[in-house]
């Protein structure tokens, strides 16, 4: 019994912690991004087409491949070149809810020449390059708030819905 106490902290303890973390990176991700997902897209090859349902490892693709477009939207042929690009924070929701999959993120390092005014339309122009990004998007500036949000799926025992290698 104290064992499975111990444990159990531990759990507590390893969720909380991941928390902490993002939120001491608060101040590193000033901009907000909501991006829904198409929950399944056609697929056409040799055989025919067929309907692919979007699971984990589609999420994973097209939160980078709208990585890759929208740091190409900002700082054109330097993105690929030089490597330049935004810091993301992204986390899936909607897998251990079943609801519809969608993409939380956290965007910082905004070069100063890019206005706020104008991040809209470069998310416009990035996501409008991806066919599984859904029109409706919400960007805000981030809030205390955030990171607790992005968060609220994490799971117990693990922090699978935060695509820690896309930061």
């Not at 928390?19 to 907000?32: C, E, M, N, T, V």
Request: hydrophobic share 35%; glycine share 4%; proline share 1%.
């Amino acid at each position: 019994m104290r064992n499975e106490y111990r444990q159990e902290q531990q759990i507590v303890s390893q969720k909380q912690a991941t928390r902490d973390f993002l939120r001491s990176l608060h101040k590193q991700y000033p901009i907000a991004l909501t991006l829904t997902l198409k929950q399944s897209y056609a697929i056409t090859n040799a055989n025919g087409t067929y309907i692919q349902k979007l699971n984990r490892d589609e999420v994973r693709r097209i939160a980078t491949h709208f990585k890759h477009k929208l740091n190409q939207q900002i700082f054109g042929s330097s993105a690929k070149r030089f490597g330049k690009g935004l810091r993301y924070l992204m986390v899936m929701e909607g897998e251990r809810t079943y609801k519809n999959l969608h993409l939380h993120i956290a965007i910082g390092e905004k070069p100063d020449f890019i206005k706020w005014n104008e991040l809209d339309t470069l998310v416009c122009n990035a996501k409008n390059k991806i066919t599984e990004i859904d029109t409706q998007h919400k960007l805000d500036i981030v809030d205390s708030g955030w990171c607790e949000y992005i968060t609220k799926e994490l799971g117990m025992t693990d922090t699978d819905n935060v695509f820690w290698d896309l930061a």
